[in-house]
């Protein structure tokens, strides 16, 4: 490259054609980052003029610039190899790489910098990565109500699960959430109205959700919720359970019940201490929401002791 660099001119007019030749910007700088020579692409890179950064040095157009070339400089000297990397300035993105051109006793004499103008790859990039995003939050949300869906639910129960088998967790309890006669409030009033029930159950979960990390809902399908409590015990389980069959019952006298429909809830509750590990906490949840809707509906029931038993808050469960 360009060894042994004098003030001859033939030496100047061959390095200035060989840098406006290069389909890049480029610029050959010395050791103490002053640049010697530069094409008009490099210039552009600081939306200037060659005139305006020839015999300038890094540090006088940009301290970031200087102090990374400082830091590559002392690599160069000891022979290493710089790879290729990233760099941005004035809203584009380079990919630069730093050659050392040295005399015949080795040492570094000067340093072509060249870049890749790569804005338009790391823009598709951008891009890619807010599609990817968006795909993730389709696969694990659930689209009319915001919250996590099966998906994300199946995938959190398993390791939640394997935690315990880990003895990385010590509790873990499963609410599980039916809208009581949704089937007739659809055949009556119409989906429009059923999708306006299950939204406004929708937001009371996700408060829950925003209370703390220990509590996640998930819409598992149609008018079933579920919401898993990690670090809870089956008490704290069902006392939520039983708040949130209270809210639904108020929702339900300050909004529905004037437009002919009643809301409510039924809930199942399990907790790991009362279920081996390796069977499925869904079907014991769903075997208590059986006997609450068996029971009236608009109730909880939870398992415990090898039975299901109705909630009360007088009472607690054991």
């Not at 042994?4 to 610029?27: F, G, H």
């Not at 990565?129 to 009319?144: C, G, H, R």
């Not at 006392?239 to 019952?249: I, T």
Request: aromatic share 10%.
């Amino acid at each position: 490259m360009f060894v042994n660099l004098s003030n001859d001119v033939p030496v100047v007019v061959k390095t200035e054609n060989i840098l406006k030749a290069l389909p890049m910007p480029a610029a050959l700088l010395n050791t103490d980052g002053k640049i010697l020579y530069a094409n008009e692409l490099y210039a552009q890179c600081w939306i200037t003029t060659v005139d305006c950064v020839v015999n300038k040095t890094l540090k006088e157009l940009s301290f970031s610039s200087h102090a990374n070339f400082m830091s590559n400089l002392e690599l160069l000297k000891q022979g290493q190899v710089i790879e290729p990397y990233e760099y941005s300035q004035f809203g584009h993105c380079y990919l630069v790489s730093l050659s050392g051109n040295y005399n015949d006793r080795k040492e570094l004499v000067s340093v072509l910098v060249c870049g890749t103008d790569i804005t338009h790859i790391k823009h598709k990039e951008d891009g890619l990565k807010q599609q990817n995003l968006e795909l993730k939050k389709l696969s694990e949300y659930d689209y009319l109500t915001g919250l996590m869906n099966r998906r994300s639910y199946d995938d959190h129960y398993l390791r939640y699960r394997e935690a315990l088998k880990n003895n990385q967790l010590k509790s873990l309890s499963l609410i599980l959430i039916d809208i009581d006669n949704f089937k007739q409030i659809n055949d009556v009033f119409g989906h429009v109205m059923g999708d306006e029930v299950i939204c406004h159950l929708s937001k009371m979960l996700h408060q829950i959700n925003h209370s703390t990390v220990w509590r996640q809902a998930y819409r598992y399908g149609g008018e079933e919720f579920i919401i898993l409590l990690t670090e809870s015990i089956l008490d704290e389980a069902c006392h939520l359970a039983e708040n949130l069959r209270k809210n639904v019952e108020q929702l339900n006298e300050r909004l529905f019940k004037q437009l002919g429909i009643h809301v409510s809830i039924s809930c199942g509750v399990v907790s790991s201490k009362d279920i081996p590990l390796q069977n499925d906490f869904f079907e014991y949840a769903d075997k208590a929401m059986y006997y609450a809707k068996k029971n009236n509906k608009n109730c909880v029931y939870y398992f415990s002791k090898n039975e299901y038993v109705r909630y009360s808050k007088k009472s607690h469960c054991y």
